[in-house]
DNA sequence: CGTATTTGACCAAG
DNA sequence: CTTGGTCAAATACG
């Protein structure tokens, strides 16, 4: 049985990381205890000794962002391709050097369309109707991961469209697509793989930006990260207990939280989910012009941003670029 | 009944 | 050939 990484895989430098995201989220969890202490006392004491409690959160919040730092750091150190085979996102290895290819997928699917179109009408005639999955692999185009220890909702309306088994990788990794991929051209997917088992890492790589305008406007969520920890109320995962200020206030918004609570099924692929998303009613009428979207939409909070080489002059380039940490996830962008 | 998910097939890249 | 990414028929869900 597999009980950890096969070690095959596992370089010292995985090892070193995963040891770090789980120093990184036992000083989450410390954290988390001494603000209940902290409560406690407030409220049963009135006026006791708050001041060593509050130093000792601010040490344990060093302690995390000294985690996450170096977490950056040895992922910085790979994107930058010291390490790197010049492999794209392989799942498991934490490799993420990406060797930006300017052409984004607005291309790819341009031709993939052109293509299935063609290859109806040739092939069609040799075929009867089974002819699945005409276009190209995806290259390495911009893409950013995102590194949390569950499951979290990212404010936008995602679709699954396939699982797959990923070669040396403990989980399956799970391919969605905008909800409005058709409805209003959005283009952007994401992969979800759960990469430890033991502290639960799920990576999260996005691909390509937001289009569509389902959401609500993530733009004052940026504005608005500098909220205080006080909204803790987001999701509760049975043993992860974790806030997100940043992400609180999509839980305000009824984006359907896709969470796997444990899957239902006996085979061990995460995210089992359940569907639930009544979509806004659209339906899917491929657009005209795929090509040429103008991006009206301001950009969510995570997305977009961070595309130099974007063809479509993105929207809010240069808002925030680069890598993000909250108190539980670890975000990284890759070029 | 319309929607989203599941799942095997298909295809391209390495 | 192997492997990852996508499609789409079948299925599940509300």
Redesign the pocket.
């Known amino acids: 049985m597999e009980l950890s990484w096969p070690e095959s895989v596992l370089s010292n430098r995985e090892r070193v990381m995963e040891e770090l995201i789980q120093g990184r989220e036992l000083a989450s969890q410390l954290c988390k205890v001494l603000d209940d202490h902290k409560s406690t006392l407030v409220s049963g004491c009135g006026g006791g000794g708050g001041g060593d409690v509050g130093s000792a959160e601010g040490l344990v919040n060093k302690i995390l962002g000294s985690f996450t730092n170096t977490l950056l750091i040895l992922n910085g150190k790979e994107a930058d391709g010291e390490i790197v085979s010049g492999d794209?996102?392989?799942?498991n290895s934490s490799g993420i050097g990406s060797a930006d290819s300017s052409s984004w997928d607005a291309n790819h699917a341009i031709i993939?369309s052109e293509d299935f179109h063609e290859e109806i009408s040739c092939k069609s005639a040799s075929t009867f109707?089974?002819?699945?999955?005409?276009?190209?692999?995806?290259?390495t185009s911009h893409s950013w991961t995102r590194d949390t220890p569950a499951l979290t909702d990212d404010g936008h309306a995602w679709?699954?469209?396939?699982?797959?088994v990923?070669?040396?990788a403990k989980h399956p990794?799970n391919?969605f697509?905008c909800?409005h991929k058709f409805d209003q051209s959005c283009q952007a997917?994401k992969?979800v793989q759960q990469i430890l088992d033991d502290p639960p890492v799920f990576r999260t790589t996005y691909y390509g930006n937001h289009t569509c305008r389902d959401y609500l406007k993530a733009s004052e969520l940026i504005l608005d990260c500098t909220s205080p920890r006080e909204s803790s109320s987001f999701i509760r995962f049975g043993d992860i207990k974790q806030d997100h200020p940043f992400f609180s206030s999509f839980t305000s918004v009824k984006k359907e939280v896709?969470i796997k609570e444990e899957k239902p099924?006996p085979s061990d692929d995460m995210m089992?989910?359940?569907?639930?998303?009544?979509?806004s009613?659209g339906?899917y009428n491929v657009s005209p012009h795929p090509t040429e979207f103008k991006s009206s939409c301001p950009l969510s909070g995570l997305s977009s941003t961070i595309d130099p080489y974007d063809h479509e002059g993105d929207v809010m380039s240069g808002l925030i670029v680069g890598p993000y940490y909250f108190d539980d996830e670890v975000l990284q962008y890759e070029f």
């Not at 794209?88 to 799942?91: A, K, L, N, S, T």
């Open positions: 794209q996102i392989q799942g993939k109707k089974d002819r699945r999955g005409s276009y190209k692999r995806r290259k679709r699954k469209y396939g699982q797959k990923i070669h040396n990794r391919y697509r909800t997917t992969h896709v099924q089992a989910s359940h569907h639930h998303n009544h979509s009613s339906d």
